[in-house]
């Protein structure tokens, strides 16, 4: 029976500042403020899975054993802060990459679901109580076909996105929609919390 929701977090950009095609251990940084809503999350009964598209292992630019180093970096990061991950899920695939076996159309790279499909699978999750949070508008695409709800982070957030999929709230920053759906789900929003939401943007889920 899958009893248990989610929140599946993108990695660069959403869960750690953004890099281009980090590589390393300490390219990895965890983005402000996350830890506090991260712990409510858990506390509140939620998994925490990282769902992360990687061509940089597909374009040579990185290999599995570096991409290992940096998650188990990521790991450390969040435990000083008391926060473990339930799962890790890569795509590791891009049609124009240089790594023939990975240089492949798959169903794992976002905007397909196939990352979180198989940790709903593995961990016994259930999908549509679960949230899917990342700064690309196939973040939301991804959560969407998953049917899970979604909220759309950063810039992309703040410039609004008139064209494709429609996330369930918009957010600043990160903590910001963490921390909204850690409010959500302890109930309604006490009064005196009200300025903690000032910069979301909440919209109607698509029809």
């Not at 248990?4 to 095609?21: I, N």
């Not at 959560?143 to 609004?160: I, K, N, P």
């Not at 759906?181 to 005196?192: K, M, Q």
């Amino acid at each position: 029976m899958t009893t248990k929701a989610a929140v599946f977090l993108d990695r660069d950009g959403t869960l750690t500042e953004p890099r281009h095609y980090p590589s390393r251990p300490e390219d990895l940084v965890l983005q402000p403020g996350v830890a506090p809503p991260l712990r409510a999350l858990r506390d509140a009964g939620y998994a925490l899975v990282l769902v992360t598209n990687q061509s940089g292992l597909a374009r040579g630019l990185f290999d599995r054993r570096a991409l290992d180093a940096m998650h188990v970096h990521l790991r450390a990061l969040l435990a000083a802060s008391g926060i473990a991950l339930d799962g890790i899920y890569v795509c590791p695939h891009h049609l124009d990459g240089t790594v023939p076996e990975l240089s492949v159309a798959c169903e794992c790279r976002k905007p397909a679901p196939g990352m979180l499909l198989r940790a709903g699978r593995e961990l016994g999750l259930d999908l549509g109580r679960s949230w899917m949070v990342g700064d690309f508008p196939t973040d939301v695409e991804a959560g969407l076909r998953a049917g899970c709800r979604t909220a759309l982070v950063g810039l992309a957030a703040t410039r609004g996105t008139p064209e494709g999929p429609r996330p369930d709230l918009s957010a600043a920053d990160t903590a910001h929609a963490l921390r909204e759906i850690a409010l959500r789900s302890a109930g309604p929003l006490p009064a005196h919390q009200d300025h903690q939401l000032t910069r979301i943007t909440r919209r109607s889920p698509p029809c």
